[in-house]
């Protein structure tokens, strides 16, 4: 159980695979487990550095206020501990709001940078359903179940609901047995999420970046792609047709088609 001392907290992360070093950042709430289905295939070309983010999974769960910035200031002292150097860096949600202030911060680390159900500013709509999950949180007082019953309906069609409930009970399985935060600690990361404002460093992001979404999500709907793709030069955008907010888990074999074409033509 590899963990690393980095910026004044214990980094907890697990390694697979063989290759570039790929960093792989969690979304809100999660530890480094949430890539199952993609690290499974990544590994096969990538030396995958899987992280638990501050407040989360087996990480410091620090007092304090908790930033993007802050995550990414964390991801590169982790970069930094592990011996890691340069890496294709891979976030969702979340993961893509730290990814793309690790980026803009330091751009030496970053030799690609995957931005998945991401936004450049928290806006009026995110913010009400980020609240919203907190005070279900605080309400249940519990993060996991908060998870399944608040968060999940954001991440998946109401089609994946009616096909394929097993598949749904799957995944709250899976939640159920991994190490989730407690509530103080959901409320420091969630509250990074709506003071998330990346509008001004995303031009110093260098890295080839690709951007994508499900065309059905609500939360970080398209209506970011433009102001992402318009600010990071080069940009690729590319829409999940029957995706909401996790791709990852609703169409694994496209998603992890699309986006490994998309590491490896940036790799070597």
């Known amino acids: 159980m590899p963990t690393v001392q980095a910026n004044g907290i214990d980094i907890y992360y697990e390694v697979q695979g063989e290759g570039e070093p790929l960093v792989l950042i969690p979304y809100l709430a999660a530890d480094q487990a949430c890539y199952a289905f993609q ?88 913010r009400v359903v980020v609240e919203g999950w907190q005070i279900m949180a605080q309400g249940l007082g519990s993060v996991t179940d908060m998870v399944i019953r608040g968060i999940f309906p954001w991440c998946f069609t109401p089609e994946l609901y009616a096909a394929r409930p097993e598949y749904i009970d799957s995944l709250a399985d899976f939640v159920r047995g991994r190490p989730m935060p407690p509530v103080d600690a959901f409320l420091r990361q969630s509250g990074a999420v709506i003071a998330h404002d990346a509008q001004a460093v995303l031009g110093s992001v260098q890295a080839p970046t690709q951007i994508t979404f499900g065309r059905h999500d609500a939360v970080t709907s398209t209506r970011f792609a433009g102001p992402l793709s318009g600010a990071i030069a080069g940009s690729e955008v590319v829409v999940f047709e029957d995706c909401s907010h996790a791709p990852i888990y609703e169409n694994v074999e496209e998603f992890n088609q699309r986006t490994l074409a998309f590491l490896q033509s940036h790799s070597g």
């Open 39 to 126: 690290v499974a295939e990544y590994a096969k070309h990538f030396t995958c550095y899987s992280v638990d983010l501050r407040g989360a999974g087996l990480s410091g769960k620090p007092e304090g206020t908790y930033t993007t910035e802050l995550f990414a200031d964390d991801v590169a002292g982790f970069m930094q501990a592990a011996g890691i150097g340069r890496a294709h860096v891979f976030g969702l949600s979340l993961g893509a709001a730290t990814g793309m202030w690790l980026a803009a911060k330091y751009p030496a680390l970053v030799k690609s940078l995957s931005l998945h159900s991401g936004w450049d500013r928290t806006d009026p709509y995110l």
